[in-house]
């Protein structure tokens, strides 16, 4: 096993220390890059001194409409700022009665979000941060789960808020991140103007309210169904340990520029994407939307990105497309990696200039991607590295934090999820004979348990304080973490073999004529589990290699047919697809773009 050091990390209490020690440090330097004046920090940087009248004309600049907001520069929000908002928010909510209040956040990535989400974990209560994606019932569902006193919404769902505030009683407040549109409703920015004010009149309740790491401080709902979704709580302690964890494994500089494209709602962005670079002093430049992507990273000269592999998947695809055009495209392309991997075995890295075209594409400047969320083709990781964008995965669960293993910047396995973090003990149990058994963790960052869900707490959590992560896979002899399906996902056959749907599914996705395809098993008369796949075609594909067809014709069918027999060809006979049927239609996806499985 390679014995290569950590990378050495600030130690933090809590995640007030946390931002207060980046705010001493890293100062003046860009927090984040937004899009909306109202962030802007010019007019507002001794609150001290100035008067209400200032302060209020400052923070209540007219936003842009959203057709210049597409088309207007990122501007700068620096760090003491960031954390004077988030104590003028907070300080708002103490002067206002809201302290030790349930606050859920209700939107889309944007200054707002960041602003609420420390401004209640850092004195005031518990943050419970929801999936916009979610229809009117479902959030009406989880705010009366989750109890939460307080909701803090973008316009964006203004129309799914205003049909449930009758079945949501225990909302008192409602706080709109644009102009109010309901009568009772308050203003996001005079909110944060009015704890402005109190602070320049030294209101210190927030600043010295106390932070107890081992409280409960957030609740995040586990995406399914409200029926099936559970509660996670989180405490501080989890989190200021899962990022200094991660950040000892892959380094991350005050120079980085996170573009924040995933869902803020969910742990892997919240901490990853958030969290860690506001703790490593970088900057996060906030994402318009998935079809602004190419536009934003050109213009936030983005340096590192969370990714979910679907993503990944179409970069790569993408950029090989574009290479390999023409012949005398690809014969150039190849011979560049030929010649690059030919001076990287002598040490020297040519790859940003021979591929300049590549990165030029993604800005210029990305330097990093990380993938989780679901397994990723070894060889996609593999040649992101090749073309000189280090491209690493992970492994997490909202109840871990969500880092469990992670491959480092400088020792990885690209087929593997990666290493126990530091302080992180993984194990395997009930191992077959092949020794896959179902992973298991023991940490500082495993949850607290489940909100209101005692049963499903001692289910997941053991006597001995493990995580049973529902995952299988193994611990291969560096280390790493070998992910191999989903317990829940696993084919019993006949002969008591194990079948992981996940196997099948990634073999049949090396085919180019398969787009999206989902494994699962129905068991016949003989009590025999038969395999069968349902298959969404690759419409570009299908046109390009049989016509203009539909993509349940019998031709795509006989072509799907041939597929399913070189992939049961190359497997044992217990694992043969034996059924398929062909979707007009992509499956169903979670806001991580996983394919929602049915479980009976």
Request: charged letters at 25%.
């Amino acid at each position: 096993m390679k014995n290569i050091p950590l990378y050495d990390v600030r130690p933090i209490a809590d995640l007030r220390d946390m931002l207060a020690q980046s705010a001493t440090l890293y100062g003046a330097k860009t927090a984040f890059m937004v899009k909306d004046p109202r962030a802007l920090t010019e007019n507002r940087a001794d609150h001290v001194q100035a008067t209400p009248e200032s302060i209020i004309a400052a923070i209540q600049v007219t936003p842009p409409a959203d057709s210049d907001a597409k088309s207007s520069p990122y501007l700068a929000v620096s760090y003491q700022q960031y954390a004077k908002d988030v104590d003028a928010l907070g300080t708002y909510f103490f002067t206002n009665g809201l302290q030790n209040t349930r606050i859920a956040i209700l939107g889309e990535s944007r200054y707002e979000w960041y602003v609420s989400y420390l401004a209640t974990l850092n004195g005031t209560g518990i943050s419970v941060p929801l999936d916009k994606e979610l229809p009117e019932g479902e959030i009406a569902n989880l705010l009366n789960r989750s109890h939460a006193d307080v909701l803090i919404f973008a316009n964006s769902k203004q129309k799914e808020v205003d049909a449930i505030r009758s079945q949501i009683p225990n909302v008192k407040v409602f706080i709109s991140m644009d102009q109010p549109k309901v009568e009772g409703d308050q203003y996001f920015w005079d909110c944060l103007a009015q704890g402005h004010l109190a602070l320049a009149a030294g209101e210190t309740a927030f600043l010295q309210a106390p932070i107890d790491t081992e409280a409960l401080s957030l609740l995040l709902f586990t995406s399914g169904t409200t029926a099936m979704s559970k509660a996670v709580m989180l405490n501080q302690r989890n989190l200021c340990i899962n990022l200094q964890a991660m950040c000892q494994m892959l380094y991350v500089d005050p120079s980085d520029v996170f573009l924040s494209v995933l869902p803020l709602h969910h742990t892997y962005e919240s901490t990853c994407g958030f969290l860690c670079p506001v703790y490593r002093g970088a900057t996060v430049a906030v994402c318009e939307g998935l079809r602004h992507i190419t536009r934003n990273m050109q213009e936030s000269k983005v340096t590192m990105m969370l990714v979910v592999p679907l993503m990944l998947e179409l970069f790569y695809k993408r950029i090989i497309k574009s290479a390999t055009s023409d012949p005398k495209l690809a014969k150039k392309f190849r011979l560049g990696l030929k010649i690059s991997g030919l001076l990287r075995k002598v040490g020297v890295d040519k790859r940003r200039s021979l591929f300049a075209k590549v990165h030029s594409t993604f800005g210029g400047s990305l330097r990093m991607l990380i993938a989780g969320g679901a397994a990723i083709d070894p060889a996609i990781l593999s040649g992101m590295r090749d073309l000189g964008i280090e491209t690493v995965q992970g492994y997490g669960l909202t109840e871990c934090a969500p880092i469990l293993a992670l491959n480092r910047d400088v020792d990885y396995k690209d087929r593997a999820a990666g290493l126990a973090l530091p302080g992180v003990e993984i194990k395997i149990v009930d191992a077959d004979e092949n020794g896959i058994g179902e992973i298991i963790g023991k940490g500082p960052n495993v949850m607290m348990g489940y909100y209101e869900n005692e049963e499903a707490t001692k289910e997941a959590i053991d006597d001995n304080g493990f995580f049973h992560t529902g995952d299988l896979g193994f611990v291969d002899k560096d280390g790493f973490v070998i992910i191999t399906g989903r317990k829940k996902n696993v084919i019993i056959a006949k002969n008591g073999k194990n079948i992981f749907p996940e196997e099948i599914e990634f073999k049949l996705m090396q085919h180019e004529l398969i787009a999206e395809c989902l494994v699962s098993a129905r068991i016949d008369a003989d009590g025999e589990s038969v395999v069968r796949v349902d298959i969404f075609p690759n419409e570009e594909k299908v046109k390009a290699s049989i016509g203009d067809v539909a993509l349940n014709s019998d031709a795509v069918r006989a072509a799907i047919d041939r597929i399913i027999r070189d992939v049961n060809h190359g497997t044992v006979t217990y694992k043969y697809i034996r059924e398929f049927d062909l979707r007009t239609s992509e499956f169903e996806k979670t806001t991580t773009k996983k394919i929602k499985r049915q479980y009976k």
